[in-house]
Nanobody, 125 residues
Framework: QVQLVESGGGLVQAGGSLRLSCPASGPTFSSYAMAWSRQAPGKEREFVAAISICWSGGGTSYADSVKGRFTISGDNAKSTVCLLMNSLKPEDTADYYC????????????????WGQGTQVTVSS
């Protein structure tokens, strides 16, 4: 069973930055995808970013709402995915979840079988 544990959330002022981290433990795959999603109070969980992790490096995908501000990165040796969030806005306030899947990178959260417990991000105006 793959286990994911997010860290790095917190309170930040608008315009600030945070870096989320999510190491994976348990069975590993030679090629897999990891993603970040978020869920704001009263809203559905939404896709934020994803990365393909394999020996030859991987591509990335971003939601339009975060493109140019957030950067997802992966370390295959450490089985870790990070999300650097710059120019944060109050509307970025949400619980952020890490996910993993042995298949290809996807924007559909239903394609991810392994999930962390989430880390809270609050952006004050």
């Amino acid at each position: 069973q793959v286990q994911l544990v997010e860290s790095g959330g917190g309170l930040v002022q608008a315009g600030g930055s945070l870096r989320l981290s999510c190491p994976a433990s348990g069975p590993t795959f030679s090629s897999y995808a990891m993603a970040w999603s978020r869920q704001a109070p009263g809203k559905e969980r939404e896709f934020v970013a994803a990365i393909s992790i394999c020996w030859s490096g991987g591509g990335t995908s971003y939601a339009d709402s975060v493109k140019g501000r957030f950067t997802i990165s992966g370390d295959n040796a450490k089985s870790t995915v990070c999300l650097l969030m710059n120019s944060l806005k109050p509307e970025d306030t949400a619980d952020y979840y890490c996910a993993a899947e042995s298949g290809p990178r996807s924007r559909s959260l239903q394609d991810y079988n392994y999930w962390g417990q989430g880390t809270q991000v609050t952006v004050s105006s």
